[in-house]
Each structure stands twice: as structure tokens, then as C-alpha cells.
């Protein structure tokens, strides 16, 4: 049999149907502040072993953004969130062989707070645990028949500050040491300096350095993915940049 989601202007509903296409019909409908997840992120449904079971990612329609598992009985569509947990994005999933839980990726901040993860979510527990705490990014996921090995596509982010100057006749420099710095924003100083973003700490903060990239300093500590900073032009001892402490970006 197929599982899949279908969304119109009164909700959203999961379906299922033959191999062939035949016998379709709704299994559960939602509508409200609680939908089927739509996204284009392989999020779909996922049968349980003994397809008794389909789990589906569900999401709010509401600001910000949340997303949590729910499992679906085949039987009579009676439906039962697994776990408390929520996060902000819910990729694609992968039962276990023995029904004892599910294999997914997730992502439990928006963006630049966090990046998307492997996760297991247990069943019918619902307790979660992440499998990887990098700072890549785990899109689409499928497990063996055995539960022992996963694949999945995993993109890690590379970045180098250069600097360009001499107009018309350009002169582009690297800057030393600068590796994977400033991917969330950098600015010039009054006084010749480079402000940037960096993730070096473990966490996103503000760092400043010399322009041949020594003297690096790191400025905040709150841990709470600071980006964008940007500095007046006539002053030097100032930074204004973007906090994700709340959740939401805050000046």
C-alpha cells in the first residue's frame, strides 16, 4: 500500500491506497493550527514494519514554526502524538525493524540557530535522542532492512574571508587563518579591524581580529547564535548584530 498527504483549503489529510493506485481513501483529516507536514523536505509519511502504524510529521500553522511526529492507526485512524518534543523542522523518517522507534532528521531551531540533525525518536515512548551534534546539514534518510546502517546526505558549509582592493587594478587577498569564519556576516571597524560571525566557539558568536587575521578576540558568550554584526562608521568600540535568543531574531 501508499501513504501520502494531500492538502486543500479545508486541511490536510492522509491517505492510503493499492500499489496500483486503486482504493484510495482519507485515513485521518486535520485542519486548524495543526496540519499534516506539507514541506518539501521528504517529510512524508512512514509505514510501521508490521504497517499497523504510519508516523507523519505534523506542523503548526502559526509563527514560529514547530513540528512534532504523530502516529496514525491503520485500523481506524485514531491518532496519538509520540512524544512532547518539538522542533522547528522534521525531515524524512525511518521506522526501526522492531517497531521500537523511528530514525529521522530534524532540525530543532530556525535557522542559523541550528542545522539539521539525525535523531531517534522512540516509539511509543517518544523519547529523543540525537545521533549527530555537528554543525552540517542531514537531508533525506533511509535505513536497512536491519536497522544497522544508515544512508543520508550530509552538506558541511566552507568559508574564507578575502579581501579586495586596488580599484582598477584589483588586488584579491586572503585572509590568513580565516577559515570557516565570518559565514554569518563581517564588517570593517573604524580603525581597520574585522568584526565577524563564527562558529569556532561550538556556538555562533561575534569575533573581531586584525585585517591579516591575527588578534582574533572573541566578543559575546551567551551562546545564543549571533550573526550579522555591524559597526558605525565613526566609532570602533560599538557593535550592533542579530540574537536568536529568544527564538526569533532580536537586534
Not at 203 to 227: C, H, P, Y
Request: aromatic share 8%.
Amino acid at each position: 500500500h501508499l501513504a501520502f498527504v494531500r492538502g486543500d483549503e479545508n486541511g490536510t489529510s492522509l491517505l492510503i491506497a493499492n500499489a496500483d493506485g486503486t482504493g484510495m481513501r482519507v485515513l485521518a483529516h486535520v485542519a486548524g493550527q495543526t496540519v499534516f507536514g506539507t514541506f518539501d523536505n521528504n517529510n512524508g509519511p512512514a509505514w510501521s514494519p508490521d504497517a499497523k502504524v504510519i508516523a507523519c510529521p505534523m506542523m503548526s500553522n502559526g509563527e514560529p514554526l514547530q513540528m512534532s511526529v504523530t502516529a496514525v492507526q491503520v485500523a481506524d485512524g485514531s491518532m496519538t502524538r509520540i512524544g512532547s518534543r518539538q522542533w522547528y523542522l522534521i525531515g524524512q523518517m525511518g521506522w526501526l525493524s522492531d517497531g521500537s522507534g523511528l530514525i529521522m532528521t530534524a532540525q530543532e531551531k530556525m535557522p542559523p540557530a541550528s542545522t539539521s540533525q539525525i535523531w531517534m525518536l522512540s516509539y511509543p515512548g517518544g523519547e529523543a535522542r540525537s545521533l549527530t551534534t555537528d554543525l552540517s546539514y542531514y537531508r533525506g534518510l533511509s535505513v536497512t532492512a536491519d536497522s544497522t546502517t544508515l544512508v543520508t546526505t550530509r552538506t558541511a558549509q566552507v568559508s574564507n574571508m578575502w579581501i579586495v582592493s586596488g580599484f582598477p587594478e584589483t588586488q584579491v587577498t586572503a585572509v590568513a587563518a580565516s577559515k570557516n569564519k565570518g559565514w554569518g556576516g563581517l564588517t570593517w571597524t573604524a580603525d581597520g579591524k574585522i568584526v565577524y560571525a563564527s562558529s569556532e566557539a561550538g556556538t555562533t558568536e561575534i569575533w573581531s581580529m586584525d585585517a591579516d587575521g591575527n588578534n582574533s578576540r572573541q566578543l559575546t558568550f551567551d551562546k545564543r547564535t549571533n550573526v550579522e554584526p555591524a559597526v558605525p562608521h565613526s566609532r570602533a568600540d560599538v557593535v550592533v548584530f542579530a540574537s536568536y535568543g529568544t527564538g526569533q531574531p532580536h537586534i
